[in-house]
């Protein structure tokens, strides 16, 4: 079965950095085609992809607007998923999920409806 577990969220002074991590089980990242997308969701807003990896070709995507702050890498051996968040500003402060679907193609999307598989997500404040 398919398991999807964050951490690294916290209370984050604004200029601040972050790096989350996506722990996946009941699966070998590097063994399977998935993709593993981060999102965010903000009191009161619908929940935004950020950015997703391919497992094929190892292709990175991001939403237009998340360029720049944001760098999602893997790493297979862990198992684990990492979104690197930079410059943090207080309109970042959400809860950040993981999901994950199966593609054997190469390349990936930020389409929430792509993905069937989430965690639970992880609290991330940016405040002074």
């Known amino acids: 079965q398919l398991q999807l577990g964050e951490s690294g969220g916290g209370l984050v002074q604004p200029g601040g950095s972050l790096r989350l991590s996506c722990a996946t089980a009941?699966?070998?990242?590097?063994?399977?085609?998935?993709?593993i997308g981060w999102f965010r969701q903000a009191p009161g807003k619908e929940r935004e992809g950020i950015s997703c990896?391919?497992?094929?070709?190892?292709?990175?995507n991001y939403a237009e607007s998340m360029r720049g702050r944001f760098t999602i890498s893997r790493d297979n051996e862990k198992n684990t998923v990492y979104l690197e968040i930079n410059s943090l500003k207080p309109e970042d402060t959400a809860v950040y999920y993981c999901?994950?679907?199966?593609?054997?193609?190469?390349?990936?999307?930020?389409?929430?409806?792509?993905?069937?598989?989430w965690g639970q997500g992880t609290q991330v404040t940016v405040s002074s």
């Open positions: 990896i391919s497992s094929v070709g190892d292709i990175t």
């Open positions: 999901a994950a679907y199966r593609s054997d193609i190469r390349g990936c999307s930020v389409s929430r409806r792509m993905y069937y598989a």
């Open positions: 009941g699966f070998t990242l590097s063994s399977y085609p998935f993709v």
